[in-house]
């Protein structure tokens, strides 16, 4: 009898044991939204499981299934008001209707503000006409702030706005790139945001070199973009602005009423913003750090894989990390 109530003991020792290994297990069942664009115009391939192939640490990932998102992502455009942006207040209010003209009606769109500290104009909505008066008084900006700008840490708290993020809602940053004064960087950012499942894409206006001067961070800043978006699995797209943006406006059609190259690539990145696969994949093994992987066409040969884009977050985070 004490024999078989030692057992016992022993049996619920061990499963007290085994109890927090078996919480602490890492989880390999991942959801990732990805989109595909095409880089000639061509038609892109509808995405299948047995399209794409993944590797992670020299290891296949298996994809478990691929369908389109059928719940439109929310958006909120994040618009640089910095000294750095003085004069371009109409280029970013331009650069936003234009993006905002060519989302669909159903998709919550909100706005916020930022140089030192974010501030955060409207939630999102799908009164896109709330939206636009924002934007109007925003191109009527006289005065912009000096000094600090904060950019990694307004996109970082910009996250906040959307409540509880759901996959593939999209932050849409207005910018020319420049921070000096974030208590975080474009990397830890891009992570955090790539656990969320949400996506950043950027729209980075570039004032030419030798026109004014730039400091060191606006110098350095859009590289880090090209990055930082992939991290999250959005993108960068780099918009040369004159010496003069004031008497310069960001069209969609040129004189002869022909899409512009900001029209097209605008409309590309929109395009990956709405159109986005929710795709289920199976790790090999856990994670005990961020650390990224790759994912690819797999029917597809060289030639024929560099007319196509895929964008997904290229980095995987520890599960409840954030």
């Known amino acids: 009898m004490i024999r078989g109530i030692t057992l016992v003991l022993l049996f619920f020792f061990a499963a007290a044991l085994a109890a927090p290994a078996q919480q602490a297990a890492p989880c390999l069942e991942r959801t990732i939204p990805v989109s595909v664009a095409s880089n000639d115009g061509s038609p892109t391939p509808e995405l299948t499981a047995a399209v794409l192939k993944g590797m992670y640490d020299k290891k296949p990932v298996m994809v478990k299934s691929v369908e389109m998102e059928k719940i439109p992502p929310r958006v909120i455009f994040l618009v640089d008001t910095s000294g750095s942006m003085q004069g371009n207040g109409g280029l970013s209010a331009d650069a936003a209707e234009d993006v905002l003209s060519?989302?669909?009606g159903n998709v919550e769109v909100g706005l916020a503000l930022f140089s030192a500290e974010l501030h955060p104009m409207l939630t999102p909505t799908k009164d896109h006409t709330r939206l636009i008066d924002r934007l109007d008084a925003v191109?009527?900006?006289?005065?912009?702030?000096?000094?600090?700008?904060?950019?990694w840490a307004a996109v970082r708290d910009s996250l906040k706005m959307f409540g509880s993020p759901r996959l593939g809602d999209s932050i849409y940053l207005i910018s020319d790139?420049?921070?000096n004064s974030s208590n975080t960087n474009a990397s830890e950012v891009g992570g955090f945001l790539a656990s969320s499942g949400v996506r950043l894409f950027a729209f980075i206006l570039e004032h030419p070199f030798g026109i004014r001067s730039r400091t060191p961070e606006e110098l350095v800043g859009p590289d880090l973009f090209r990055g930082a978006t992939r991290l999250s699995g959005g993108t960068t797209f780099f918009v040369p602005v004159p010496d003069q943006p004031y008497k310069?406006?960001?069209?969609?059609?040129?004189?002869?009423?022909k899409p512009t190259q900001i029209a097209q690539g605008i409309q590309k990145q929109v395009g990956q913003m709405v159109g986005f696969y929710r795709v289920e994949i199976?790790?090999?093994q856990g994670l005990k750090?961020?650390?990224s992987w790759k994912l690819d066409f797999a029917s597809l040969d060289k030639l024929q894989q560099d007319r196509f884009e895929l964008s997904y977050p290229t980095l995987l985070t520890p599960c409840g990390q954030s």
């Open 177 to 179: 790139g420049a921070d």
């Open 282 to 284: 199976t790790l090999p």
């Open 248 to 257: 310069y406006r960001i069209d969609l059609a040129d004189k002869n009423g």
């Open 289 to 291: 750090k961020p650390k």
């Open 139 to 151: 191109s009527r900006l006289s005065r912009f702030d000096k000094g600090h700008t904060a950019l």
């Open 102 to 104: 060519q989302l669909p």
